[in-house]
């Protein structure tokens, strides 16, 4: 499966984004699938995902901010971002696993990977 990462930009503190991720050559719906970010010089983080069963897992630093969801009819994952901080500013990236590891927090287990999306926030 390709991903395809969109909507990242600058924003100001306290805004909102929507950032998409459209899958092709597969179905999103078949994936657990995730979103991660690379602050700049720093290590890739997790920062949500969801099931099959369109159940979610957050990491804690965006609960309550961030959703994520899925749209199976244009096969795209999305991930709502709302009063976003500076510490929020990052590459981000979505990532499909096609067998669920029971550890979404890690990179190694996702198969495919997008390419990433600059997201800026301006204090």
């Known amino acids: 499966v390709q991903l395809q990462a969109s909507g990242g930009g600058l924003v100001q503190a306290g805004g909102s984004l929507r950032l998409s991720c459209a899958a092709s050559?597969?179905?999103?719906?078949?994936?657990?699938m995730g979103w991660f970010r690379q602050p700049p010089g720093k290590e890739r983080e997790f920062v949500a995902a969801i099931a099959w069963s369109r159940s979610t897992v957050y990491a804690e630093h965006v609960k309550g901010r961030f959703t994520i969801s899925r749209d199976n009819a244009k096969n795209t994952v999305y991930l709502q971002m709302n009063s976003l901080k500076s510490e929020d500013t990052a590459v981000y990236y979505c990532?499909?696993?096609?067998?669920?590891?029971?550890?979404?927090?890690?990179?190694?287990?996702?198969?495919?990977w997008g390419q990433g999306t600059q997201v800026t926030v301006s204090s």
């Open positions: 990532a499909a696993d096609r067998n669920y590891s029971g550890n979404p927090y890690r990179t190694d287990p996702y198969d495919y």
């Open positions: 050559g597969g179905t999103v719906s078949r994936y657990f």
